[in-house]
């Protein structure tokens, strides 16, 4: 599972990304490493994490990660393969979600490849041009399934249906993710591999001094995304750069004390771009390793113990059950177990964001 950062040229990608490459997110040192060159594997800063391993005091502590790739900057033509435009869509398609970069800053030493500041016309340049691949690969499946719905094949009828339901909303300039569709047509959605109905996530690149509140660029996207299902994050990305730089802890608290911030905003950003790709976390715990296990939303107990090992899901028994809230309010699993805390959960169980589990299974 991976997201992907879009974005014209010059709007701030590759500052983000070499941000995210060097994550300092808490006084740990969140590690990050290349597998190629625009793709990193990101830790997901999680303060839960942290307070497991003052609790357990293990050996080693592992936390979830998220794959982030830096996509090539799009130029408009890029659907009929302008610039970079079939290796950039060819890399959104195999990303699970967008997060799709909106320079809402001026600065007259940055150039900007349309001459100005618009953050509503760069979104609508890189909307266009993949609602127009999308028309495309809606159109070739057209032609195929309407042959075989005439035919009277009831499947056929069905995708053709739907087919044309995301034709006329991508020709009105209308992305698949905001389209009404019904748990069937959602289903056949998936199969159209459209980019237009991946999860999106604006990111307004501001400058330091509308790092917490943004500005009116910023409120211009607000107004534009407001029917899209799709989250907004301010970012100052620059000043995000000079943070990473710093190597203590202390002075990057004071750095972000001086701009109003909690934390670092790429701490909010790798939450966020987690909660996009529709993952969450549930934890084991012991003397040798605390571990963050990464799983997708309603997975169940034997789903989450395949993603330590295959064996675990072939072989489940049971899991035992401790509530993260639990485990901080006892200290340890012993006293969670003398509370009457901690649950055995069988095959159906769906596992909760935060849940610390240990898998009994024999194979």
Same mark, same amino acid.
């Given at each position: ?6 974005? !014209? ?13 060097? %994550? ?15 793709? &990193? ?5 999680? =303060?839960?994490?942290?307070? !497991?391993?003052?609790? @357990? ?7 979830? *990660? ?17 610039? !970079?435009?079939?290796?950039?869509? &060819? ?10 970069? !909106?320079?809402?800053?001026?600065? #007259? ?24 691949? +999308? ?13 075989? %719905?005439? *035919? ?6 069905? $995708? ?8 006329? %909303? ?10 009404? @569709? ?16 991946? =999860? ?6 501001? +400058? $330091?001094?509308?790092?917490?509140? &943004?500005?009116? /660029? ?10 899209? #299902? ?17 190597? #203590? ?24 771009? /987690?909660?996009?790709? #529709?993952?969450?976390?549930?934890? *084991? ?11 997708? *939303? ?22 035992? @059950?401790?509530?993260?809230? +639990? /485990?901080?309010?006892?200290?340890? $699993?012993?006293?969670?177990?003398? %509370? ?24």
């Amino acid at each position: 599972m991976k997201a992907g950062i879009v974005g !014209l040229p010059n709007v701030g990608k590759s500052t983000l990304f070499n941000c995210l490459s060097s %994550a300092k997110a808490q006084s740990a040192n969140f590690p990050f490493c290349t597998i190629e060159p625009n793709l &990193g594997v990101v830790n997901v800063p999680d =303060p839960r994490l942290e307070k !497991l391993e003052e609790l @357990v005091n293990p050996q080693r502590v592992l936390p979830a *990660t998220v794959e982030i790739v830096d996509i090539a900057g799009l130029v408009r033509g890029a659907s009929k393969g302008e610039g !970079l435009g079939n290796q950039f869509l &060819g890399n959104i398609r195999e990303c699970n979600a967008i997060m799709h970069v !909106l320079r809402c800053f001026d600065n #007259d030493n940055i150039v900007h490849v349309d001459g100005s500041v618009d953050p509503i016309r760069d979104k609508e340049t890189i909307d266009i041009e993949l609602q127009l691949k +999308d028309l495309e690969t809606v159109e070739k499946r057209l032609e195929k399934v309407k042959r075989a %719905a005439k *035919t009277g094949n009831k499947e056929a009828q069905k $995708e053709q249906a739907t087919l044309e339901k995301f034709k006329s %909303a991508l020709e009105q300039g209308v992305s698949a993710r905001a389209v009404e @569709v019904t748990e069937d047509e959602e289903e056949l959605m998936k199969g159209f591999q459209l980019l237009t109905a991946k =999860p999106i996530l604006y990111v307004c690149n501001v +400058d $330091e001094a509308s790092a917490k509140s &943004g500005n009116a /660029y910023v409120d211009k996207v607000r107004e534009a995304v407001k029917d899209e #299902d799709a989250e907004i994050i301010v970012l100052a990305v620059g000043t995000e750069a000079d943070i990473a730089e710093l190597e #203590d802890y202390e002075e990057r608290q004071m750095f972000l004390e001086d701009i109003g911030l909690e934390e670092p905003g790429v701490s909010r950003l790798i939450r966020a771009a /987690y909660k996009l790709l #529709d993952l969450q976390t549930y934890f *084991t715990a012991g003397e040798k390793e605390v571990r963050a296990w990464t799983i997708k *939303t309603g997975s169940t107990a034997p789903q989450a113990a395949g993603v330590i090992h295959t064996d675990f899901e072939k072989g489940f028994i049971r899991a035992e @059950v401790i509530k993260y809230d +639990d /485990y901080v309010q006892y200290g340890t $699993e012993n006293k969670v177990k003398e %509370a009457g805390k901690l649950s055995i959960e069988g095959k159906g169980y769906i596992v909760n964001d935060g849940d610390v589990m240990h898998f009994l299974f024999n194979v």
